[in-house]
């Protein structure tokens, strides 16, 4: 007898009941309506993971306000009653098929590259950000320099993302995801570099991690005490591969500490551009997922190359995470859970499938391609 393969135990997040460890990582998809309704075909695609038996799906970052929140053309919002109503139906669409889905709540701040209500960038600081924007997102050249947020500006963007999460509890979503990850706002004000404020959010990392606590716990002041909210952070980032927080482990314990404090339901450690060891290990020998788990006692997600069945298999069975997350082996291997389970092999995952754009209809003509169909 072969034992099972620990992502494929049962888990619990928060008060959901989880049929295995596998959970989808947050994937934009550029594929919403111009007005950022959601969309049938995107219906779909998040239903066909939970076919493949993913214990937890986890949308990508819709946006949180018609203010400076949203990032690229085609994004989805949870910003109005029409976002909601077409998300209504993409949790109905996941349930059916026997998972839990938790939508993720994005605010782009700088790295906005397509914005259909704003033609400016709002961030904690007036400071350009590094790298260019990204083509398979739909942006091209130089990100502009952003407008340095006024408290007037923090307080609208915190409220957009507590009603955001109103509208996902309300639309059917079993929970909701800040997205302090990557570079975008919450991720600004957290990096020394990107917030250069003399006030209560800049300076100092309890300082820092402010915002991002401010906004679990208006989320959590809506939403009541069960609902799940996650926090979503990173060391790495979408224009920045290299960043690490400066005070490593000190600054992971008052990071995680705040926003367990605040509310937070659960933690999940995204790694950007890399695998999770490279993001993971701090300087005081511990990993960052390991000590978001010891500092809170919450649940923690660990990611970035967790498709790997023995990579995911070290993390759970080390104490390193509850969960993982997994997001371009998912994209090859919708399937993954029923793969993992069964010992079956996987498909590697091919960059081209996001080519040009990350659209979900650019994964189907590459699909169609591979099958050796002719348009
Ligand atoms: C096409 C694509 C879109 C992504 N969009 C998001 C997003 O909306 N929100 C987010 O937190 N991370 C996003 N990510 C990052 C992934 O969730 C994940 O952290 C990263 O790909 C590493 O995990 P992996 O090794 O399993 O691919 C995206 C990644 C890809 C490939």
């Given at each position: 007898?072969?034992?099972?393969?620990?992502?494929?135990?049962?888990?619990?997040?928060?008060?959901?009941?989880?049929?295995?460890?596998?959970?989808?990582?947050?994937?934009?998809?550029?594929?919403?309506?111009?007005?950022?309704?959601?969309?049938?075909?995107?219906?779909?695609?998040?239903?066909?993971?939970?076919?493949?038996?993913?214990?937890?799906?986890?949308?990508?970052?819709?946006?949180?306000?018609?203010?400076?929140?949203?990032?690229?053309?085609?994004?989805?919002?949870?910003?109005?009653?029409?976002?909601?109503?077409?998300?209504r139906d993409i949790a109905g669409r996941v349930h059916a098929a026997g998972s839990p889905i938790v939508l993720q709540l994005m605010h782009a701040g700088a790295l906005s590259q397509g914005n259909r209500y704003r033609d400016d960038t709002a961030g904690p600081s007036a400071v350009p950000p590094v790298g260019e924007k990204m083509p398979e997102y739909g942006g091209h050249g130089p990100w502009p320099t952003p407008r340095a947020m006024t408290q007037d500006d923090i307080d609208v963007a915190v409220r957009g993302f507590a009603d955001a999460a109103v509208r996902a509890r309300d639309a059917g979503m079993d929970g909701v995801e800040i997205h302090g990850a990557n570079g975008y706002l919450l991720d600004q004000f957290l990096t020394t570099y990107t917030n250069t404020r003399d006030d209560s959010y800049g300076g100092p990392v309890a300082n820092r991690v402010r915002l991002m606590a401010e906004v679990v716990g208006a989320i959590r002041a809506e939403v009541g005490p069960d609902f799940c909210v996650g926090v979503r952070l990173s060391q790495t980032k979408v224009n920045d591969f290299v960043y690490?927080?400066?005070?490593?482990?000190?600054?992971?314990?008052?990071?995680?500490?705040?926003?367990?404090?605040?509310?937070?339901?659960?933690?999940?450690?995204?790694?950007?551009?890399?695998?999770?060891?490279?993001?993971?290990?701090?300087?005081?020998?511990?990993?960052?997922?390991?000590?978001?788990?010891?500092t809170t006692g919450l649940p923690v997600i660990a990611n970035g190359g967790m498709h790997q069945p023995q990579l995911a298999a070290q993390v759970l069975r080390d104490g390193h995470a509850d969960l993982v997350s997994v997001a371009r082996?998912?994209?090859?291997?919708?399937?993954?859970?029923?793969?993992?389970?069964?010992?079956?092999?996987?498909?590697?995952?091919?960059?081209?499938?996001?080519?040009?754009?990350?659209?979900?209809?650019?994964?189907?003509?590459?699909?169609?391609?591979?099958?050796?169909?002719t348009v």
């Amino acid at each position: 007898m072969t034992t099972a393969h620990p992502a494929s135990l049962p888990a619990r997040l928060g008060g959901l009941d989880l049929a295995n460890r596998f959970a989808v990582a947050p994937m934009s998809r550029v594929s919403a309506a111009p007005d950022g309704t959601p969309t049938a075909e995107m219906a779909d695609y998040y239903a066909a993971y939970a076919e493949g038996g993913f214990g937890l799906v986890i949308t990508e970052g819709a946006y949180t306000d018609t203010v400076h929140s949203q990032g690229y053309l085609n994004q989805p919002g949870i910003a109005s009653d029409a976002h909601a109503a077409a998300w209504r139906d993409i949790a109905g669409r996941v349930h059916a098929a026997g998972s839990p889905i938790v939508l993720q709540l994005m605010h782009a701040g700088a790295l906005s590259q397509g914005n259909r209500y704003r033609d400016d960038t709002a961030g904690p600081s007036a400071v350009p950000p590094v790298g260019e924007k990204m083509p398979e997102y739909g942006g091209h050249g130089p990100w502009p320099t952003p407008r340095a947020m006024t408290q007037d500006d923090i307080d609208v963007a915190v409220r957009g993302f507590a009603d955001a999460a109103v509208r996902a509890r309300d639309a059917g979503m079993d929970g909701v995801e800040i997205h302090g990850a990557n570079g975008y706002l919450l991720d600004q004000f957290l990096t020394t570099y990107t917030n250069t404020r003399d006030d209560s959010y800049g300076g100092p990392v309890a300082n820092r991690v402010r915002l991002m606590a401010e906004v679990v716990g208006a989320i959590r002041a809506e939403v009541g005490p069960d609902f799940c909210v996650g926090v979503r952070l990173s060391q790495t980032k979408v224009n920045d591969f290299v960043y690490r927080w400066p005070g490593g482990a000190y600054d992971a314990r008052v990071i995680f500490t705040a926003l367990a404090e605040a509310g937070a339901t659960y933690l999940h450690i995204a790694s950007e551009g890399r695998d999770w060891i490279e993001t993971a290990r701090l300087d005081d020998g511990t990993t960052i997922t390991g000590l978001a788990r010891l500092t809170t006692g919450l649940p923690v997600i660990a990611n970035g190359g967790m498709h790997q069945p023995q990579l995911a298999a070290q993390v759970l069975r080390d104490g390193h995470a509850d969960l993982v997350s997994v997001a371009r082996g998912a994209l090859a291997n919708p399937d993954l859970p029923r793969r993992v389970a069964d010992d079956l092999p996987l498909e590697a995952f091919d960059h081209m499938m996001l080519q040009p754009m990350a659209t979900l209809a650019n994964a189907g003509l590459w699909r169609r391609a591979r099958a050796g169909v002719t348009v």
